[in-house]
């Protein structure tokens, strides 16, 4: 038995999201279990199945290194942090008048 | 709502009897609920089994003045008053026999949708066009296990040819047509005869075997289904089960 993972897409703007996984012999049984499993109640008008062999993995050891980056954040964050800091500093007794 | 199509009994008798037949096949197919040989079949098993749940109401409510009689008509009339072939009435215990069921009847099924999709009854080839798009996938799901398992060889396969030997008899009497059939489609409510779609169906049966290396010969229908008015020795036990939830309250409304 392969295992395929499960990716259905619902409306016009919206991209493929994985909804989950499944095991069948091969590629045409795999969509007619599919479809009863995670579409029988109409969640997608498209469906993706990917065979998890063909799937490309990155280990966590190539992620590690850039878990602690949050300079290159982009949400804004990283100068969110800095401010407060700055105003909890200014905030305290003794502290100074900017 | 008044649903109710003004057929004569002998219409009635053709419509009720594939109703029947769709109740119960969903209704023993449910049995797997939880226990289908992986996780995947036994959700899509159990979805098919709802499906023909689904077409056997879509066909009940053309025989009652009030949906809300659908429940009456299909769980509490006397077993004589049913028209239920002896292959949907069986427990097939065994997945494999489940199987050979599966596609013995579906088989029978669509072939069955397409003559009563030809109806002249609008309402009724309406039913007929809605459960064919169902259908076909159902046929598929059956014969996608079917010709996987015969092609496997070993086990899997001389279990589900076995099966499907056993079945067979039974299989062919679901053709048993009930009286006033040929009425019926003088009528107009049914475009072909129970005989020309067996031919048919035997046809493509022999056919799927015999691709996948299965030899059979054309088997005597099992006898004492004639006019569909007998039930046999399993309906008692699969009626108690249908009716456990409206003894309580036959009066209830959902």
Same mark, same amino acid.
């Given at each position: 038995m392969?295992?395929?993972?499960?990716?259905?897409?619902?409306d016009?703007k919206?991209e493929f999201r994985h909804?989950g996984a499944l095991?069948?012999?091969d590629?045409e049984?795999a969509?007619?279990l599919?479809?009863?499993?995670y579409?029988r109640?109409g969640e997608?008008?498209?469906?993706w199945?990917?065979d998890r062999?063909?799937v490309?993995?990155g280990s966590r050891?190539?992620?590690?290194?850039?878990?602690d980056k949050?300079?290159?954040?982009?949400?804004?964050a990283a100068?969110?942090?800095?401010?407060?800091?700055?105003?909890?500093?200014?905030?305290?007794?003794?502290?100074?008048?900017? | 709502?008044?649903?109710?199509? @003004?057929?004569?009994p002998a219409g009635?008798?053709?419509?009720l009897?594939?109703?029947d037949?769709?109740?119960?096949i969903?209704?023993?197919?449910?049995a797997?609920?939880?226990r289908g040989?992986f996780?995947e079949?036994?959700?899509?098993?159990?979805?098919?089994?709802?499906?023909e749940?689904?077409h056997?109401?879509?066909l009940y409510?053309l025989?009652v003045? @009030?949906?809300d009689?659908?429940d009456h008509?299909?769980?509490?009339?006397d077993?004589?008053d049913y028209?239920s072939?002896?292959?949907?009435?069986?427990?097939?215990a065994?997945?494999?026999?489940?199987?050979a069921?599966h596609?013995l009847?579906?088989?029978?099924?669509?072939?069955?949708w397409?003559?009563l999709?030809?109806s002249a009854?609008p309402e009724?080839?309406?039913?007929?066009?809605?459960?064919?798009?169902?259908?076909?996938?159902?046929l598929?799901?059956a014969?996608g296990l079917?010709?996987?398992?015969?092609?496997?060889g070993?086990?899997?396969?001389?279990?589900l040819v076995?099966?499907?030997e056993r079945?067979l008899?039974?299989?062919?009497?679901?053709w048993?047509p009930?009286?006033?059939e040929?009425a019926?489609?003088n009528e107009?409510?049914?475009?072909?005869?129970?005989?020309d779609?067996g031919?048919?169906?035997?046809t493509?049966?022999?056919?799927?075997?015999?691709?996948h290396?299965?030899?059979?010969?054309?088997?005597?229908?099992?006898?004492?289904q004639?006019?569909?008015?007998?039930?046999?020795?399993?309906f008692?036990?699969?009626?108690?089960?249908?009716?456990?939830v409206? @003894?309580?309250?036959p009066?209830?409304?959902?």
């Amino acid at each position: 038995m392969n295992i395929y993972e499960v990716f259905l897409h619902t409306d016009g703007k919206d991209e493929f999201r994985h909804v989950g996984a499944l095991e069948a012999p091969d590629d045409e049984l795999a969509l007619l279990l599919a479809r009863e499993c995670y579409v029988r109640r109409g969640e997608g008008d498209e469906l993706w199945l990917v065979d998890r062999r063909h799937v490309v993995v990155g280990s966590r050891q190539l992620l590690a290194p850039n878990q602690d980056k949050p300079h290159r954040r982009s949400d804004g964050a990283a100068i969110a942090e800095h401010r407060r800091r700055v105003r909890a500093a200014s905030d305290a007794p003794g502290g100074g008048t900017g | 709502m008044p649903t109710r199509l @003004d057929l004569s009994p002998a219409g009635r008798e053709v419509v009720l009897a594939f109703a029947d037949d769709e109740h119960l096949i969903g209704a023993r197919h449910t049995a797997w609920i939880g226990r289908g040989p992986f996780l995947e079949e036994d959700l899509a098993f159990c979805s098919i089994a709802q499906d023909e749940i689904g077409h056997a109401i879509a066909l009940y409510e053309l025989l009652v003045d @009030d949906v809300d009689d659908v429940d009456h008509l299909a769980l509490l009339r006397d077993p004589a008053d049913y028209r239920s072939c002896w292959l949907v009435e069986l427990p097939c215990a065994g997945w494999a026999d489940a199987l050979a069921r599966h596609q013995l009847y579906d088989s029978a099924e669509a072939l069955r949708w397409e003559a009563l999709a030809n109806s002249a009854i609008p309402e009724l080839s309406a039913v007929a066009a809605r459960a064919r798009r169902e259908e076909a996938f159902h046929l598929a799901h059956a014969r996608g296990l079917v010709t996987r398992l015969l092609d496997s060889g070993g086990e899997g396969r001389n279990t589900l040819v076995d099966a499907i030997e056993r079945l067979l008899p039974t299989a062919v009497a679901l053709w048993e047509p009930v009286a006033g059939e040929r009425a019926a489609i003088n009528e107009g409510v049914v475009a072909t005869s129970s005989a020309d779609l067996g031919e048919r169906w035997w046809t493509e049966i022999a056919a799927l075997l015999a691709t996948h290396g299965v030899a059979v010969d054309r088997p005597s229908p099992v006898a004492g289904q004639r006019g569909r008015t007998a039930r046999s020795e399993h309906f008692a036990g699969l009626q108690a089960e249908i009716r456990l939830v409206i @003894d309580l309250d036959p009066d209830a409304r959902w």
